[in-house]
Protein backbone atom coordinates (compact mmCIF):
# COMPACT_ATOMS: atom_id res chain seq x y z
CA UNK A 1 0.00 0.00 0.00
CA UNK A 2 2.70 2.46 0.99
CA UNK A 3 4.56 1.41 -1.92
CA UNK A 4 1.78 2.39 -4.78
CA UNK A 5 1.37 5.51 -2.75
CA UNK A 6 4.68 6.86 -2.78
CA UNK A 7 4.81 6.20 -6.75
CA UNK A 8 1.53 8.30 -6.99
CA UNK A 9 3.38 11.27 -5.38
CA UNK A 10 6.00 11.76 -6.90
CA UNK A 11 9.06 12.83 -4.81
CA UNK A 12 9.42 15.93 -6.97
CA UNK A 13 5.94 16.62 -7.10
CA UNK A 14 5.50 19.95 -5.05
CA UNK A 15 3.70 19.78 -1.53
CA UNK A 16 0.31 21.27 -1.37
CA UNK A 17 0.99 24.51 0.51
CA UNK A 18 3.50 24.92 -2.32
CA UNK A 19 1.18 24.47 -4.69
CA UNK A 20 -1.34 26.53 -3.33
CA UNK A 21 0.70 29.59 -2.31
CA UNK A 22 1.89 29.19 -5.66
CA UNK A 23 -1.52 29.62 -6.82
CA UNK A 24 -2.08 32.37 -4.51
CA UNK A 25 0.78 34.65 -6.08
CA UNK A 26 -0.41 33.70 -10.02
CA UNK A 27 -3.77 34.38 -9.17
CA UNK A 28 -2.96 37.81 -7.48
CA UNK A 29 -0.41 39.15 -10.46
CA UNK A 30 -3.28 38.04 -13.15
CA UNK A 31 -5.67 40.17 -11.23
CA UNK A 32 -3.56 43.38 -11.11
CA UNK A 33 -2.50 42.26 -15.47
CA UNK A 34 -6.30 42.90 -15.57
CA UNK A 35 -6.92 46.13 -13.69
CA UNK A 36 -5.60 48.24 -16.44
CA UNK A 37 -8.10 46.80 -18.93
CA UNK A 38 -10.83 46.20 -16.73
CA UNK A 39 -10.53 50.03 -16.05
CA UNK A 40 -10.59 51.13 -20.17
CA UNK A 41 -13.30 48.76 -20.30
CA UNK A 42 -15.91 50.36 -17.42
CA UNK A 43 -14.29 53.65 -18.87
CA UNK A 44 -16.38 53.11 -22.22
CA UNK A 45 -19.01 53.45 -20.27
CA UNK A 46 -19.19 56.01 -18.33
CA UNK A 47 -20.26 59.85 -18.57
CA UNK A 48 -17.26 62.39 -19.64
CA UNK A 49 -17.83 63.83 -16.10
CA UNK A 50 -17.54 60.15 -14.60
CA UNK A 51 -14.46 59.46 -16.53
CA UNK A 52 -12.29 62.33 -15.18
CA UNK A 53 -13.60 62.22 -11.28
CA UNK A 54 -12.29 62.08 -8.51
CA UNK A 55 -11.58 59.64 -7.12
CA UNK A 56 -11.93 57.74 -9.53
CA UNK A 57 -15.64 55.58 -9.73
CA UNK A 58 -15.49 52.23 -9.65
CA UNK A 59 -19.77 51.88 -8.97
CA UNK A 60 -20.88 54.57 -11.53
CA UNK A 61 -24.35 54.68 -13.80
CA UNK A 62 -23.59 52.95 -17.22
CA UNK A 63 -24.22 54.93 -20.04
CA UNK A 64 -23.73 54.66 -23.48
CA UNK A 65 -22.51 58.40 -24.14
CA UNK A 66 -19.05 56.75 -24.80
CA UNK A 67 -20.43 54.71 -27.68
CA UNK A 68 -22.34 56.90 -28.87
CA UNK A 69 -19.63 59.34 -29.38
CA UNK A 70 -17.42 56.96 -31.05
CA UNK A 71 -19.44 57.01 -33.87
CA UNK A 72 -20.84 60.27 -34.10
CA UNK A 73 -19.16 63.70 -34.64
CA UNK A 74 -21.59 66.54 -32.76
CA UNK A 75 -21.73 70.23 -32.77
CA UNK A 76 -22.48 72.69 -29.95
CA UNK A 77 -26.15 74.24 -30.65
CA UNK A 78 -27.96 76.53 -28.34
CA UNK A 79 -31.13 75.19 -26.09
CA UNK A 80 -33.71 77.28 -28.13
CA UNK A 81 -32.17 75.10 -31.19
CA UNK A 82 -32.66 71.82 -29.88
CA UNK A 83 -36.27 72.70 -28.64
CA UNK A 84 -37.25 73.56 -31.69
CA UNK A 85 -36.14 70.00 -33.32
CA UNK A 86 -38.56 67.05 -33.05
CA UNK A 87 -38.31 64.11 -30.19
CA UNK A 88 -35.14 62.67 -30.12
CA UNK A 89 -34.63 59.91 -32.50
CA UNK A 90 -32.86 57.11 -30.93
CA UNK A 91 -30.82 56.83 -27.68
CA UNK A 92 -27.36 58.48 -29.08
CA UNK A 93 -29.37 61.76 -30.03
CA UNK A 94 -31.16 61.75 -26.84
CA UNK A 95 -27.58 61.35 -25.13
CA UNK A 96 -25.75 64.14 -27.48
CA UNK A 97 -29.49 66.46 -26.52
CA UNK A 98 -28.31 66.38 -22.88
CA UNK A 99 -24.90 67.91 -23.39
CA UNK A 100 -27.15 70.69 -25.45
CA UNK A 101 -25.61 69.17 -29.07
CA UNK A 102 -26.76 67.19 -31.77
CA UNK A 103 -25.25 64.86 -34.11
CA UNK A 104 -23.67 66.21 -37.09
CA UNK A 105 -22.89 62.90 -38.89
CA UNK A 106 -21.06 59.78 -38.45
CA UNK A 107 -17.59 59.93 -37.34
CA UNK A 108 -14.48 58.01 -39.00
CA UNK A 109 -14.08 55.32 -36.17
CA UNK A 110 -16.24 52.45 -38.73
CA UNK A 111 -14.50 53.25 -41.69
CA UNK A 112 -11.18 53.00 -39.97
CA UNK A 113 -12.16 49.77 -38.29
CA UNK A 114 -13.28 48.19 -41.83
CA UNK A 115 -10.02 49.16 -43.39
CA UNK A 116 -8.38 47.80 -40.41
CA UNK A 117 -10.40 44.41 -41.40
CA UNK A 118 -9.82 44.95 -45.02
CA UNK A 119 -5.49 45.06 -44.63
CA UNK A 120 -5.03 42.85 -41.89
CA UNK A 121 -7.26 39.67 -43.71
CA UNK A 122 -5.69 40.69 -47.02
CA UNK A 123 -2.33 40.31 -45.87
CA UNK A 124 -2.62 37.71 -43.99
CA UNK A 125 -4.37 35.54 -46.91
CA UNK A 126 -1.49 36.33 -49.06
CA UNK A 127 1.17 35.82 -46.14
CA UNK A 128 -0.26 32.50 -45.71
CA UNK A 129 -0.53 31.73 -49.48
CA UNK A 130 3.38 32.68 -49.39
CA UNK A 131 4.52 31.23 -46.94
CA UNK A 132 2.86 27.79 -47.28
CA UNK A 133 4.40 26.70 -50.21
CA UNK A 134 7.63 28.08 -49.70
CA UNK A 135 7.62 26.36 -45.85
CA UNK A 136 6.96 23.25 -47.57
CA UNK A 137 9.81 23.62 -50.55
CA UNK A 138 12.05 24.27 -46.93
CA UNK A 139 10.75 21.54 -45.29
CA UNK A 140 11.20 18.47 -48.35
CA UNK A 141 13.45 20.21 -50.50
CA UNK A 142 17.41 20.40 -50.63
CA UNK A 143 18.05 24.31 -51.09
CA UNK A 144 21.04 25.62 -51.22
CA UNK A 145 22.00 27.76 -48.77
CA UNK A 146 18.95 27.19 -46.69
CA UNK A 147 19.68 28.51 -43.55
CA UNK A 148 20.90 31.30 -45.20
CA UNK A 149 17.80 32.28 -46.90
CA UNK A 150 15.86 31.25 -43.83
CA UNK A 151 17.93 33.96 -41.69
CA UNK A 152 17.46 36.27 -44.51
CA UNK A 153 13.72 35.89 -44.30
CA UNK A 154 13.85 35.78 -40.57
CA UNK A 155 15.84 39.37 -40.66
CA UNK A 156 13.27 41.31 -42.52
CA UNK A 157 11.37 41.00 -39.40
CA UNK A 158 13.11 42.29 -37.30
CA UNK A 159 13.83 45.30 -39.09
CA UNK A 160 12.95 48.78 -37.18
CA UNK A 161 9.71 49.83 -39.00
CA UNK A 162 10.80 53.38 -38.85
CA UNK A 163 13.94 53.01 -40.60
CA UNK A 164 12.12 50.57 -43.18
CA UNK A 165 9.24 53.39 -43.64
CA UNK A 166 11.54 56.00 -44.76
CA UNK A 167 12.65 54.41 -48.13
CA UNK A 168 8.84 52.37 -48.39
CA UNK A 169 7.13 56.25 -47.95
CA UNK A 170 9.76 57.44 -50.60
CA UNK A 171 8.67 54.11 -53.30
CA UNK A 172 5.18 54.27 -52.74
CA UNK A 173 5.42 58.37 -53.38
CA UNK A 174 6.64 57.20 -56.67
CA UNK A 175 4.48 54.54 -57.77
CA UNK A 176 1.36 56.16 -55.96
CA UNK A 177 0.76 53.53 -53.60
CA UNK A 178 0.60 56.37 -50.72
CA UNK A 179 -2.33 55.72 -48.46
CA UNK A 180 -3.98 53.38 -50.37
CA UNK A 181 -4.97 49.56 -48.84
CA UNK A 182 -3.25 47.77 -51.46
CA UNK A 183 -0.29 49.26 -50.00
CA UNK A 184 -0.68 48.82 -46.73
CA UNK A 185 -1.75 45.22 -47.63
CA UNK A 186 1.90 43.82 -49.66
CA UNK A 187 3.66 46.22 -46.50
CA UNK A 188 2.01 43.75 -44.19
CA UNK A 189 1.89 40.85 -46.34
CA UNK A 190 6.47 41.40 -46.70
CA UNK A 191 6.46 41.91 -42.85
CA UNK A 192 4.28 38.71 -42.07
CA UNK A 193 6.01 35.93 -44.89
CA UNK A 194 8.51 35.61 -42.77
CA UNK A 195 6.94 34.70 -39.79
CA UNK A 196 4.71 32.46 -41.34
CA UNK A 197 7.48 30.16 -43.25
CA UNK A 198 8.85 29.92 -39.96
CA UNK A 199 6.01 28.81 -38.25
CA UNK A 200 4.60 26.96 -41.20
CA UNK A 201 8.11 24.70 -41.57
CA UNK A 202 7.61 23.38 -38.19
CA UNK A 203 4.31 22.44 -38.92
CA UNK A 204 5.29 20.94 -42.06
CA UNK A 205 8.20 19.31 -41.00
CA UNK A 206 6.23 17.25 -38.27
CA UNK A 207 4.19 15.36 -40.91
CA UNK A 208 5.68 12.67 -41.78
CA UNK A 209 7.02 12.57 -45.14
CA UNK A 210 6.01 8.96 -45.97
CA UNK A 211 2.34 10.26 -46.21
CA UNK A 212 3.38 12.45 -49.53
CA UNK A 213 5.41 9.11 -50.73
CA UNK A 214 3.03 6.70 -50.34
CA UNK A 215 0.87 8.78 -51.62
CA UNK A 216 2.93 9.88 -55.05
CA UNK A 217 4.04 5.95 -55.36
CA UNK A 218 0.03 5.51 -55.97
CA UNK A 219 0.74 7.67 -58.73
CA UNK A 220 -0.41 11.31 -57.59
CA UNK A 221 2.53 13.97 -58.90
CA UNK A 222 4.14 15.82 -56.21
CA UNK A 223 1.69 19.27 -56.42
CA UNK A 224 -1.25 16.61 -55.72
CA UNK A 225 0.40 15.04 -53.07
CA UNK A 226 1.12 18.85 -51.81
CA UNK A 227 -2.61 19.75 -52.44
CA UNK A 228 -4.10 16.40 -51.35
CA UNK A 229 -2.22 15.50 -48.65
CA UNK A 230 -0.03 18.48 -46.95
CA UNK A 231 -2.45 20.62 -47.00
CA UNK A 232 -5.17 18.97 -45.08
CA UNK A 233 -2.41 17.80 -42.71
CA UNK A 234 -1.23 21.34 -42.02
CA UNK A 235 -4.69 23.02 -41.57
CA UNK A 236 -4.52 23.59 -37.81
CA UNK A 237 -0.85 25.10 -38.41
CA UNK A 238 -2.01 27.14 -41.01
CA UNK A 239 -4.80 28.74 -38.91
CA UNK A 240 -3.04 29.31 -36.19
CA UNK A 241 0.03 30.77 -38.22
CA UNK A 242 -3.38 32.97 -39.72
CA UNK A 243 -3.99 33.97 -36.37
CA UNK A 244 -0.67 35.43 -36.00
CA UNK A 245 -0.65 37.44 -39.08
CA UNK A 246 -4.05 38.66 -38.25
CA UNK A 247 -2.82 40.10 -35.01
CA UNK A 248 0.12 41.96 -36.01
CA UNK A 249 -1.66 43.28 -38.97
CA UNK A 250 -4.84 44.36 -36.42
CA UNK A 251 -2.49 46.08 -33.87
CA UNK A 252 0.45 47.45 -36.27
CA UNK A 253 1.08 51.37 -35.82
CA UNK A 254 4.47 52.69 -37.01
CA UNK A 255 3.93 52.18 -41.17
CA UNK A 256 -0.30 53.04 -40.50
CA UNK A 257 0.68 56.17 -39.58
CA UNK A 258 3.53 57.17 -41.16
CA UNK A 259 2.30 55.92 -44.12
CA UNK A 260 -1.58 55.98 -44.10
CA UNK A 261 -3.48 59.17 -43.16
CA UNK A 262 -7.23 58.95 -45.02
CA UNK A 263 -7.94 57.01 -47.26
CA UNK A 264 -6.40 53.69 -45.61
CA UNK A 265 -6.03 54.41 -42.33
CA UNK A 266 -6.39 51.43 -39.97
CA UNK A 267 -7.86 52.38 -36.08
CA UNK A 268 -4.62 52.30 -34.10
CA UNK A 269 -3.67 55.39 -35.88
CA UNK A 270 -7.39 56.35 -35.21
CA UNK A 271 -8.18 55.55 -31.46
CA UNK A 272 -5.75 58.12 -29.97
CA UNK A 273 -7.10 60.88 -32.09
CA UNK A 274 -10.56 60.93 -30.36
CA UNK A 275 -10.87 63.95 -28.97
CA UNK A 276 -13.94 65.85 -27.08
CA UNK A 277 -14.77 69.18 -25.84
CA UNK A 278 -11.33 70.24 -23.85
CA UNK A 279 -9.29 67.05 -24.41
CA UNK A 280 -9.52 63.46 -24.76
CA UNK A 281 -12.87 62.16 -25.02
CA UNK A 282 -12.22 58.97 -22.57
CA UNK A 283 -15.59 57.10 -22.59
CA UNK A 284 -15.29 57.09 -26.33
CA UNK A 285 -11.31 56.12 -26.57
CA UNK A 286 -12.50 53.33 -23.84
CA UNK A 287 -15.63 52.63 -26.13
CA UNK A 288 -13.48 52.26 -29.48
CA UNK A 289 -10.56 50.59 -27.25
CA UNK A 290 -12.84 47.99 -26.02
CA UNK A 291 -14.05 47.26 -29.44
CA UNK A 292 -10.40 47.32 -30.99
CA UNK A 293 -9.25 44.53 -28.38
CA UNK A 294 -11.98 42.11 -28.05
CA UNK A 295 -11.02 40.48 -31.26
CA UNK A 296 -7.60 39.91 -29.94
CA UNK A 297 -9.13 38.51 -27.06
CA UNK A 298 -10.98 35.90 -29.36
CA UNK A 299 -7.83 35.17 -30.44
CA UNK A 300 -6.26 34.82 -27.47
CA UNK A 301 -7.89 32.00 -26.33
CA UNK A 302 -8.09 30.60 -29.32
CA UNK A 303 -4.48 30.46 -30.03
CA UNK A 304 -3.44 29.73 -26.27
CA UNK A 305 -1.62 26.47 -27.50
CA UNK A 306 0.08 27.62 -29.75
CA UNK A 307 0.90 31.05 -28.40
CA UNK A 308 4.33 29.78 -27.36
CA UNK A 309 5.28 28.41 -31.54
CA UNK A 310 3.92 31.88 -32.62
CA UNK A 311 6.41 34.05 -30.70
CA UNK A 312 9.39 32.10 -30.88
CA UNK A 313 8.83 31.94 -34.74
CA UNK A 314 7.84 27.71 -34.34
CA UNK A 315 11.54 27.00 -32.54
CA UNK A 316 9.89 25.95 -29.40
CA UNK A 317 6.90 23.57 -29.49
CA UNK A 318 6.05 22.83 -25.50
CA UNK B 1 -18.12 -7.92 -55.94
CA UNK B 2 -14.78 -7.92 -57.91
CA UNK B 3 -16.13 -6.25 -61.11
CA UNK B 4 -17.02 -3.47 -58.62
CA UNK B 5 -13.16 -3.64 -56.95
CA UNK B 6 -11.62 -3.62 -60.50
CA UNK B 7 -13.99 -0.76 -61.27
CA UNK B 8 -12.79 1.31 -58.39
CA UNK B 9 -8.71 0.40 -58.70
CA UNK B 10 -9.16 1.87 -61.82
CA UNK B 11 -11.26 4.92 -61.06
CA UNK B 12 -8.10 5.68 -58.56
CA UNK B 13 -5.88 5.25 -61.66
CA UNK B 14 -7.38 7.78 -63.08
CA UNK B 15 -7.36 10.49 -60.49
CA UNK B 16 -4.12 12.22 -61.46
CA UNK B 17 -6.13 14.03 -63.84
CA UNK B 18 -5.18 14.62 -67.31
CA UNK B 19 -3.65 17.78 -66.04
CA UNK B 20 -0.90 15.98 -63.92
CA UNK B 21 0.50 15.25 -67.25
CA UNK B 22 1.65 18.67 -68.61
CA UNK B 23 2.89 19.02 -64.60
CA UNK B 24 4.38 15.60 -64.23
CA UNK B 25 7.46 17.03 -65.95
CA UNK B 26 8.13 19.23 -63.27
CA UNK B 27 11.23 18.10 -60.99
CA UNK B 28 11.32 18.96 -57.47
CA UNK B 29 13.90 21.32 -57.82
CA UNK B 30 11.60 23.37 -60.38
CA UNK B 31 9.13 23.23 -57.89
CA UNK B 32 11.16 23.99 -55.06
CA UNK B 33 12.53 27.30 -56.60
CA UNK B 34 8.55 28.01 -58.09
CA UNK B 35 7.17 27.61 -54.40
CA UNK B 36 10.37 29.73 -53.10
CA UNK B 37 10.67 32.60 -55.21
CA UNK B 38 7.65 34.87 -55.00
CA UNK B 39 8.85 34.93 -51.17
CA UNK B 40 11.70 35.58 -52.46
CA UNK B 41 10.77 38.22 -54.58
CA UNK B 42 8.25 39.95 -52.51
CA UNK B 43 10.87 40.56 -49.70
CA UNK B 44 13.11 41.46 -52.12
CA UNK B 45 10.73 44.10 -53.71
CA UNK B 46 9.43 45.74 -50.09
CA UNK B 47 13.01 45.14 -47.61
CA UNK B 48 15.69 44.67 -49.77
CA UNK B 49 15.10 47.30 -52.82
CA UNK B 50 14.60 49.98 -50.01
CA UNK B 51 17.38 49.06 -48.01
CA UNK B 52 19.98 49.78 -51.18
CA UNK B 53 17.70 52.95 -51.54
CA UNK B 54 18.33 53.64 -48.32
CA UNK B 55 21.91 53.03 -48.17
CA UNK B 56 22.34 55.26 -51.45
CA UNK B 57 20.39 58.06 -49.83
CA UNK B 58 22.69 58.31 -46.48
CA UNK B 59 25.73 59.44 -48.74
CA UNK B 60 22.99 62.31 -50.50
CA UNK B 61 21.85 65.86 -49.60
CA UNK B 62 18.34 64.37 -50.53
CA UNK B 63 15.28 65.76 -48.94
CA UNK B 64 11.59 64.34 -49.44
CA UNK B 65 10.13 67.17 -49.03
CA UNK B 66 12.40 68.87 -52.13
CA UNK B 67 12.32 65.62 -54.41
CA UNK B 68 13.70 68.20 -57.51
CA UNK B 69 16.77 69.60 -55.82
CA UNK B 70 19.75 68.23 -57.52
CA UNK B 71 21.21 65.45 -55.24
CA UNK B 72 24.87 65.72 -54.67
CA UNK B 73 27.02 63.30 -53.02
CA UNK B 74 27.97 64.43 -49.26
CA UNK B 75 30.28 61.12 -48.72
CA UNK B 76 30.15 60.05 -45.25
CA UNK B 77 29.48 63.64 -43.56
CA UNK B 78 25.98 62.09 -42.21
CA UNK B 79 27.14 58.99 -40.18
CA UNK B 80 29.96 61.56 -38.95
CA UNK B 81 27.30 63.93 -37.70
CA UNK B 82 25.11 61.13 -36.38
CA UNK B 83 28.25 59.81 -34.05
CA UNK B 84 29.11 63.16 -32.76
CA UNK B 85 25.33 64.58 -32.46
CA UNK B 86 24.78 65.26 -28.69
CA UNK B 87 21.13 64.17 -29.69
CA UNK B 88 21.39 61.30 -30.70
CA UNK B 89 24.02 59.57 -27.70
CA UNK B 90 20.82 61.12 -25.85
CA UNK B 91 18.39 58.65 -27.61
CA UNK B 92 20.87 56.00 -27.63
CA UNK B 93 21.31 56.76 -23.55
CA UNK B 94 17.33 56.90 -23.12
CA UNK B 95 17.07 53.53 -25.10
CA UNK B 96 20.00 51.94 -23.41
CA UNK B 97 17.93 52.82 -19.73
CA UNK B 98 14.48 51.63 -21.63
CA UNK B 99 16.01 48.54 -22.41
CA UNK B 100 18.23 47.58 -19.71
CA UNK B 101 15.57 47.99 -16.90
CA UNK B 102 13.00 46.39 -18.93
CA UNK B 103 14.91 43.28 -19.55
CA UNK B 104 15.75 42.95 -16.21
CA UNK B 105 12.10 43.17 -14.44
CA UNK B 106 10.32 41.16 -17.10
CA UNK B 107 12.96 38.43 -16.79
CA UNK B 108 13.23 38.41 -12.87
CA UNK B 109 9.11 38.95 -12.74
CA UNK B 110 8.93 36.07 -15.63
CA UNK B 111 11.05 34.10 -14.77
CA UNK B 112 9.13 33.74 -11.43
CA UNK B 113 5.61 33.67 -12.37
CA UNK B 114 6.63 30.60 -14.56
CA UNK B 115 8.16 28.79 -11.87
CA UNK B 116 5.27 29.30 -9.93
CA UNK B 117 3.02 27.97 -12.40
CA UNK B 118 5.56 25.52 -13.14
CA UNK B 119 4.13 24.21 -9.62
CA UNK B 120 0.58 23.10 -11.52
CA UNK B 121 -1.47 24.55 -8.92
CA UNK B 122 -5.52 23.65 -9.80
CA UNK B 123 -6.32 26.08 -12.74
CA UNK B 124 -2.90 27.30 -13.83
CA UNK B 125 -3.92 26.52 -17.67
CA UNK B 126 -6.91 29.57 -16.93
CA UNK B 127 -4.83 31.68 -15.03
CA UNK B 128 -1.87 31.43 -17.54
CA UNK B 129 -3.95 32.25 -20.71
CA UNK B 130 -5.48 35.19 -18.56
CA UNK B 131 -2.07 36.45 -17.77
CA UNK B 132 -0.71 36.12 -21.50
CA UNK B 133 -3.65 38.65 -22.39
CA UNK B 134 -1.59 42.03 -22.55
CA UNK B 135 1.17 40.92 -24.87
CA UNK B 136 -1.61 40.13 -27.75
CA UNK B 137 -2.56 44.03 -27.59
CA UNK B 138 -1.63 46.40 -30.06
CA UNK B 139 1.05 48.61 -28.21
CA UNK B 140 -0.13 51.86 -29.48
CA UNK B 141 -3.81 51.01 -27.93
CA UNK B 142 -2.09 50.08 -24.55
CA UNK B 143 0.00 53.50 -24.83
CA UNK B 144 -3.00 55.14 -25.44
CA UNK B 145 -4.70 54.53 -22.90
CA UNK B 146 -1.91 53.76 -19.79
CA UNK B 147 -2.23 57.62 -20.60
CA UNK B 148 -5.30 58.14 -19.15
CA UNK B 149 -4.12 55.57 -16.21
CA UNK B 150 -1.28 58.09 -15.48
CA UNK B 151 -2.84 61.21 -15.77
CA UNK B 152 -2.46 62.80 -12.38
CA UNK B 153 -5.48 62.70 -9.90
CA UNK B 154 -8.31 61.24 -12.01
CA UNK B 155 -5.89 58.20 -13.28
CA UNK B 156 -6.19 54.90 -11.87
CA UNK B 157 -2.12 54.16 -11.61
CA UNK B 158 -2.11 57.51 -9.35
CA UNK B 159 -4.90 56.56 -6.95
CA UNK B 160 -3.34 53.28 -6.76
CA UNK B 161 -0.02 54.41 -5.77
CA UNK B 162 -2.07 56.93 -2.97
CA UNK B 163 -4.14 53.87 -1.76
CA UNK B 164 -1.14 51.81 -0.66
CA UNK B 165 1.16 54.75 -0.15
CA UNK B 166 -0.67 57.82 1.38
CA UNK B 167 1.19 60.27 -1.32
CA UNK B 168 -1.36 62.87 -2.56
CA UNK B 169 -2.31 61.26 -5.93
CA UNK B 170 -2.02 65.27 -7.23
CA UNK B 171 1.35 65.21 -6.03
CA UNK B 172 3.48 63.51 -8.83
CA UNK B 173 3.39 63.04 -12.60
CA UNK B 174 4.65 60.07 -14.28
CA UNK B 175 4.74 61.31 -17.78
CA UNK B 176 5.45 64.91 -16.88
CA UNK B 177 8.01 64.73 -15.09
CA UNK B 178 11.35 64.04 -16.22
CA UNK B 179 12.80 62.12 -13.12
CA UNK B 180 9.46 59.63 -13.67
CA UNK B 181 8.46 59.88 -17.34
CA UNK B 182 11.82 56.79 -18.37
CA UNK B 183 10.21 54.83 -15.58
CA UNK B 184 6.59 55.13 -16.21
CA UNK B 185 7.53 53.26 -20.10
CA UNK B 186 9.47 50.85 -18.29
CA UNK B 187 6.48 49.85 -16.14
CA UNK B 188 4.06 49.33 -19.21
CA UNK B 189 6.41 47.55 -21.26
CA UNK B 190 6.84 45.56 -18.18
CA UNK B 191 3.23 45.26 -17.73
CA UNK B 192 2.80 44.38 -21.04
CA UNK B 193 5.83 42.29 -22.18
CA UNK B 194 6.57 40.31 -18.96
CA UNK B 195 3.84 37.21 -20.33
CA UNK B 196 6.36 36.92 -23.18
CA UNK B 197 9.35 36.34 -20.80
CA UNK B 198 6.91 33.81 -18.61
CA UNK B 199 5.90 31.87 -21.30
CA UNK B 200 9.24 31.20 -23.00
CA UNK B 201 10.62 30.48 -19.45
CA UNK B 202 7.87 28.26 -18.77
CA UNK B 203 8.60 26.03 -21.99
CA UNK B 204 12.33 25.72 -20.53
CA UNK B 205 11.44 24.89 -17.26
CA UNK B 206 8.94 21.96 -18.70
CA UNK B 207 11.74 20.68 -21.11
CA UNK B 208 13.27 19.63 -17.86
CA UNK B 209 13.03 15.98 -17.26
CA UNK B 210 11.62 15.18 -13.96
CA UNK B 211 14.34 12.01 -13.49
CA UNK B 212 17.04 14.63 -13.07
CA UNK B 213 15.38 16.33 -10.15
CA UNK B 214 14.53 12.64 -8.80
CA UNK B 215 17.93 11.84 -9.09
CA UNK B 216 18.92 14.96 -7.13
CA UNK B 217 16.46 14.10 -4.49
CA UNK B 218 17.67 10.75 -4.22
CA UNK B 219 21.45 12.29 -3.49
CA UNK B 220 19.85 14.38 -0.87
CA UNK B 221 20.46 17.84 -2.50
CA UNK B 222 18.59 20.77 -1.09
CA UNK B 223 16.09 22.04 -3.21
CA UNK B 224 18.01 25.64 -3.14
CA UNK B 225 21.03 23.28 -4.61
CA UNK B 226 18.78 22.02 -7.43
CA UNK B 227 17.56 25.30 -8.35
CA UNK B 228 20.58 26.79 -8.63
CA UNK B 229 22.46 23.41 -10.19
CA UNK B 230 19.64 22.05 -11.98
CA UNK B 231 16.95 24.56 -12.94
CA UNK B 232 18.56 27.38 -13.92
CA UNK B 233 21.29 26.43 -16.16
CA UNK B 234 18.68 24.11 -17.76
CA UNK B 235 16.28 26.65 -18.54
CA UNK B 236 18.84 29.34 -18.98
CA UNK B 237 19.12 28.74 -22.94
CA UNK B 238 14.91 29.42 -23.04
CA UNK B 239 16.08 32.86 -20.36
CA UNK B 240 18.44 33.89 -22.91
CA UNK B 241 15.86 33.58 -26.24
CA UNK B 242 13.44 35.29 -24.43
CA UNK B 243 15.98 38.06 -23.68
CA UNK B 244 17.55 38.80 -26.93
CA UNK B 245 14.60 39.20 -28.45
CA UNK B 246 13.14 41.80 -26.10
CA UNK B 247 16.07 43.41 -26.47
CA UNK B 248 15.83 43.38 -29.98
CA UNK B 249 12.34 44.40 -29.74
CA UNK B 250 12.55 46.89 -27.43
CA UNK B 251 15.51 48.82 -29.04
CA UNK B 252 13.60 49.38 -31.75
CA UNK B 253 10.75 50.39 -29.82
CA UNK B 254 8.29 53.15 -31.18
CA UNK B 255 4.89 52.82 -31.41
CA UNK B 256 3.74 52.59 -27.28
CA UNK B 257 6.40 55.24 -25.97
CA UNK B 258 4.95 57.52 -28.57
CA UNK B 259 1.81 57.34 -27.79
CA UNK B 260 2.36 57.36 -24.19
CA UNK B 261 4.98 60.43 -23.88
CA UNK B 262 5.39 61.17 -27.73
CA UNK B 263 9.39 61.21 -26.15
CA UNK B 264 8.73 63.99 -23.64
CA UNK B 265 8.61 65.71 -21.52
CA UNK B 266 11.78 67.52 -23.34
CA UNK B 267 13.11 64.79 -24.39
CA UNK B 268 13.55 62.29 -21.39
CA UNK B 269 11.96 59.37 -23.37
CA UNK B 270 12.95 60.12 -26.55
CA UNK B 271 14.13 56.74 -27.82
CA UNK B 272 16.24 56.19 -30.89
CA UNK B 273 13.16 55.28 -33.12
CA UNK B 274 11.47 58.29 -32.04
CA UNK B 275 14.60 60.57 -33.30
CA UNK B 276 14.35 59.22 -36.20
CA UNK B 277 10.84 59.34 -36.77
CA UNK B 278 11.45 63.25 -36.09
CA UNK B 279 14.51 63.61 -38.18
CA UNK B 280 12.68 61.71 -41.16
CA UNK B 281 9.45 62.47 -40.95
CA UNK B 282 9.28 66.09 -39.33
CA UNK B 283 12.57 67.79 -40.31
CA UNK B 284 12.49 65.81 -43.59
CA UNK B 285 16.33 65.72 -42.96
CA UNK B 286 15.98 62.10 -45.15
CA UNK B 287 20.19 61.49 -45.85
CA UNK B 288 20.93 62.03 -42.15
CA UNK B 289 17.62 59.99 -40.76
CA UNK B 290 18.83 57.17 -43.83
CA UNK B 291 22.11 57.58 -42.58
CA UNK B 292 20.63 57.35 -39.07
CA UNK B 293 18.40 53.94 -40.29
CA UNK B 294 21.67 52.15 -41.47
CA UNK B 295 23.54 52.20 -37.85
CA UNK B 296 20.24 51.07 -36.32
CA UNK B 297 19.87 47.92 -39.01
CA UNK B 298 23.15 47.10 -38.37
CA UNK B 299 22.68 47.07 -34.87
CA UNK B 300 19.75 45.23 -35.06
CA UNK B 301 20.92 42.41 -37.50
CA UNK B 302 23.99 41.69 -35.08
CA UNK B 303 21.74 40.93 -32.68
CA UNK B 304 18.96 39.12 -34.52
CA UNK B 305 22.13 36.70 -35.93
CA UNK B 306 22.69 36.14 -32.14
CA UNK B 307 19.12 35.64 -31.75
CA UNK B 308 18.73 33.22 -34.16
CA UNK B 309 21.71 31.06 -32.93
CA UNK B 310 20.01 31.17 -29.81
CA UNK B 311 16.72 29.69 -31.67
CA UNK B 312 18.67 26.88 -33.33
CA UNK B 313 20.40 25.88 -30.02
CA UNK B 314 16.81 26.11 -28.33
CA UNK B 315 15.40 23.94 -30.86
CA UNK B 316 18.07 20.86 -30.77
CA UNK B 317 16.34 20.35 -27.17
Redesign the interface.
Known amino acids: MSITLSTAH???E?SSL???S??F???L??LI?????F??FA?GWKTPPD??????KIVFGPSLEGYCNLFTTRTRQTADYINALGPPQGTCDEVTRRREMVIAGASNYAPRFVNSLIIAFGSTFLAVT??V??A???SR?K?PLADD?L??????R??????????????YREIGLSDTKLGMI??Y??VN??LA?WLLKGFIDEIPKEYEEAAMI???????AFFKVVLPQAATGIAATAIFCL?FA?????FA??LTSGEAQTA??F??TIIGEGG?D?PA??AG?TL??IP??V???LL?KH??RG???G??R? | MSNFESLATRA??A??PAL?KA??G?S??T??????A???I??L???????I??IY?SFTNYA?NRPNRPITNVGLKWYRDILGSPEVWAAMQATAHFVFWTILFQTLIGFG?AY??D??????AF???????????????VG???K??Y?P????FN??VSFFTGID?SSFEMLGSVKLAPWAIVIVDT?MWT??VM??C??GL?SIP?YI??AA?VDRASKWRQFWSITLPMALP?IM?AVL?RG?EN??M??MVV?LTGGGPGSTTELA?IT??RQ??EAYR?GY??A???I??VA??G???I??RT??R??QR
Open positions: SVVPAKRAGIVIYATMAPLWITSISYPPLGFSYAFFILFFILSTMMPPIAVAIPIYLMLLTAVSVDGYTRLHIWNEFAVLPPIPMWVGTFLILFTIRLLITFAVK | VETPSVRLDKIAWVFIPTILLAINIFPLWTLALLIRKFRGHWTTIILIPMMLSPAVNFWFLQQIGLYAPWPYLILARGYEEFLFIFKFDLSLKAFTSSFAILFVFLANYVLNVK
